[in-house]
């Protein structure tokens, strides 16, 4: 069978007959397609342009439900196939897991992180201490509304200003309370 050769119904193009060559079709001779792979794949590119010209937004909609029920219905698979590719990017380039957190989470550079730390003198915006007391390292406090970037600060002072909430109103009355009680 690998000296039959094969005649595609489109281009006239003769090749073996082989997968490399013409799709698999169990109803076709040599249980193959009557056209190549290039013509197939040719007629299906046309054909999908076609049904884009003539209805764009349901084929959008379509591929798009498509890939989020996939998504849906495999997504530990899904998930864990991300975190290996992730972790393969990372370990080739151990850099890049600090500017990719960098760029998607607060939409700037290490270097702008490094100048906006620099700027604050290398330490914790509001307590001051050069150590950032944490495993992880500093933290990047940023409003959770806009995404803007505020301050850098050490693991304790993040956990102060989420434990109030971000509310200005709340930490004042927090320091007062404190001042009268150490008066």
Known sequence: MTDAV??????????????????????????????????????????????????????????????????????????????????????????????????SNYGMTPEQWREMFEAQGCKCAICGSDKPNAKAGWNTDHCHKSGRVRFILCAHCNRGLGAFRDNPDWMRKAADMLEAING
């Open 6 to 103: 094969k005649t595609c119904r489109k281009c006239g193009a003769s090749f073996p007959a082989t997968v490399e060559h013409f799709y698999r079709n169990s109803g076709g001779k040599f249980g193959l397609t009557p056209r190549c792979k290039s013509c197939v794949d040719e007629d299906n590119k046309a054909s999908h342009a076609a049904r884009l010209l003539r209805d764009p937004d349901k084929i959008r909609l379509q591929a798009n439900a498509r890939s989020k029920a996939y998504y849906q219905r495999h997504l530990d698979e899904c998930r864990k196939k991300g975190r290996e590719a992730a972790k393969s990017r990372h370990a080739a380039n151990p850099g890049l897991k600090r500017r990719s957190r960098l760029k």
